[in-house]
C-alpha cells in the first residue's frame, strides 16, 4: 500500500507561481512512477504530467502546461513536486498526486487516471484573474 499526500494549493493571481508537492510512503519510493493530475469543477480527471521512476526521470506534460510545469522528484525525501509557472485562471482545479509502480513514461504522451494505482486526496489551486 502507498500512501499520497499533497501540500502547497492556494489561491494564486494570474501570472504567478505555486509549488506542490506530494509525500509518498508505504512503498520503496523509487519504484514508483509519480504523476499529477487536475480535475476542475464539472469537468474529468485530466492529465499534467508526469515523472518515471527510472534514474534520470523522463517526463511528460500536457500540452496545456508545457513550458509552464516542472516536475521533480527527491528519491532521498520520498518526494514529488510540481513548479507551476505563468498560472491562468483555466489551470484551476483540484490537483492530485498519482503513482505506480515501474510505468514507463515517454515524452509526449498522455496518462489517463486509470494508468495510476495510488492516490492522494488532493489539494486545491484557485488561480484569480
Known amino acids: 500500500q502507498v500512501l499520497l499526500t499533497e501540500s502547497g494549493g492556494g489561491l494564486v493571481q494570474a501570472g504567478g507561481s505555486l509549488r506542490l508537492s506530494c509525500a509518498a510512503s508505504?512503498?520503496?519510493?523509487?519504484?514508483?512512477?509519480m504523476g499529477w493530475f487536475r480535475q476542475a469543477p464539472g469537468k474529468e480527471r485530466e492529465f499534467v504530467g508526469a515523472?518515471?521512476?527510472?534514474?534520470?526521470?523522463?517526463?511528460s506534460y500536457a500540452d496545456s502546461v508545457k513550458g509552464r510545469f516542472t516536475i521533480s522528484r527527491d528519491n532521498a525525501q520520498n518526494t514529488v513536486s510540481l513548479q507551476m509557472n505563468s498560472l491562468k485562471p483555466e489551470d484551476t482545479a483540484v490537483y492530485y498526486c498519482?503513482?505506480?509502480?515501474?510505468?514507463?513514461?515517454?515524452?509526449?504522451?498522455?496518462?489517463?487516471?486509470?494508468?495510476?494505482?495510488?492516490w492522494g486526496p488532493g489539494t486545491q489551486v484557485t488561480v484569480s484573474s
Open positions: 508505504g512503498r520503496t519510493f523509487s519504484t514508483l512512477t
Open positions: 498519482a503513482g505506480d509502480v515501474r510505468r514507463g513514461i515517454f515524452s509526449g504522451t498522455y496518462y489517463t487516471p486509470s494508468q495510476f494505482h495510488y
Open positions: 515523472i518515471s521512476w527510472r534514474s534520470g526521470g523522463s517526463t
